[in-house]
């Protein structure tokens, strides 16, 4: 598999935080991305920016084929709205590595595998990342903190 460089922010991110994560090239239609992939449908995680009035956007993670379930007052950006605050198409926004610190929901179901793919901000870019990782790299309440620092 090609290795992608990563978007600007995403590299800066993975840079500061010490991460080696990396962006792998995957050109599949979507009823075969997880061949390509190597693993199963439920791995495959999509990010969505949520936007809730008079409170802060934040991301929601969960696997591609199912819907998040949006709380009171919720409800998903529209893409171009998705991409003034984050600077990425929603169709490739990555959980992390956004011009500003999200808080990130993920869905429970996102921790029962070892290995996750989460898009990498460029198209047919995917990371691969191990539960903790995700976790540890969306962790908003650190990372808020070692940035502000």
Not at 10 to 34: H, N, T
Not at 86 to 97: R, V
Not at 101 to 129: F, K
Request: with cysteine; proline share 9%.
């Amino acid at each position: 598999m090609k290795i992608l460089t990563p978007p600007l922010g995403l590299l800066e991110f993975l840079d500061r935080v010490g991460s080696s994560a990396k962006i792998y090239e995957v050109q599949a239609p979507d009823d075969q991305l997880a061949v390509a992939l190597g693993c199963n449908d439920q791995d495959i995680l999509t990010t969505e920016l949520i936007l809730t009035p008079g409170k802060a956007p934040k991301l929601a993670v969960h696997p591609w084929r199912n819907a998040w379930a949006l709380g009171t007052g919720e409800r998903v950006a529209l893409p171009m709205q998705t991409y003034l605050l984050t600077g990425y198409q929603a169709a490739w926004l990555p959980p992390f590595g956004l011009p500003h610190l999200l808080t990130t929901d993920i869905a429970p179901t996102c921790m029962e595998s070892p290995c996750l793919y989460v898009r990498g901000g460029v198209p047919h870019g995917w990371m691969a990342l191990t539960p903790d990782d995700l976790l540890s790299l969306t962790d908003y309440a650190h990372w808020s903190r070692v940035f502000a620092a």
